[in-house]
């Protein structure tokens, strides 16, 4: 006779072992250029009051995706003149589950896009073994901030993450357009959203470090 305790593992493990599988192909779109008018998508509206800060994760259960999240979270709270989206290709019931262990949403707008429509709209394909396998990498970047990896309930580990900054109108300029793209080259290669902030203008941009004399 099985127990709940069993039964749970089990599923677990199915669950973990799907989310190793090679997902299905996707007709991926080119990259949105800056510069260039964002894909417009019903699932993904953005605000015409307000420039947008869209971050597409990897599965919800990476620790990589927690970290980002948590610092798209930080940014919501820090600078409400900003819409921020983060898109999860897991299901609504398992990145509900996620965003509350991961320490709630703020003033994130969370996106459902199971069937990665808005991924593959968006230039973001699925990528090879070495994006996704590197422990050097997991262990250097997040040991020392207790943040490990979580049970993909749902979701792919293959899916490339992104983020984008897309600006809305104002004087002299045209909304809806790209003004910062940004596409994972590893597993634990994260986005700099500061750097997004300054390509809408929100924030200074940094000075270069001084050359060494």
């Given at each position: 006779m099985s127990n709940g305790y069993?039964?749970?593992?089990?599923s677990a493990l199915l669950q973990e072992w799907e989310s190793w599988k090679t997902p299905p192909t996707k007709e991926v779109a080119p990259l949105p250029r800056v510069g260039s008018k964002a894909p417009t998508n019903p699932n993904l509206l953005l605000p015409a009051d307000k420039p947008t800060i869209i971050v597409f994760l990897r599965d919800c259960g990476d620790p990589f995706a927690e970290k980002t999240f948590k610092a798209l979270t930080a940014l919501s709270t820090q600078h409400p003149e900003v819409h921020f989206v983060a898109v999860s290709h897991a299901s609504a019931e398992a990145t509900e589950r996620w965003v509350v262990r991961?320490?709630?949403n703020w003033d994130v707008h969370v996106v459902v896009d199971y069937e990665r429509e808005l991924y593959a709209q968006w230039g973001l394909g699925v990528s090879g073994a070495w994006h996704v396998l590197n422990p050097l990498s997991l262990w250097r970047t997040l040991q020392h901030e207790g943040i490990w990896g979580r049970p993909a309930e749902s979701g792919t580990r293959w899916q490339t993450s992104g983020a984008f900054?897309?600006?809305?109108?104002?004087?002299?300029?045209?909304?809806?357009?790209v003004r910062w793209a940004w596409v994972a080259a590893s597993a634990d290669d994260l986005p700099d959203l500061r750097a997004a902030l300054e390509a809408l203008g929100v924030m200074p941009a940094r000075r270069p470090p001084p050359r060494g004399g």
């Open positions: 069993n039964d749970d593992n089990q991961a320490g709630g900054a897309v600006d809305h109108p104002g004087p002299g300029r045209e909304g809806g357009v």
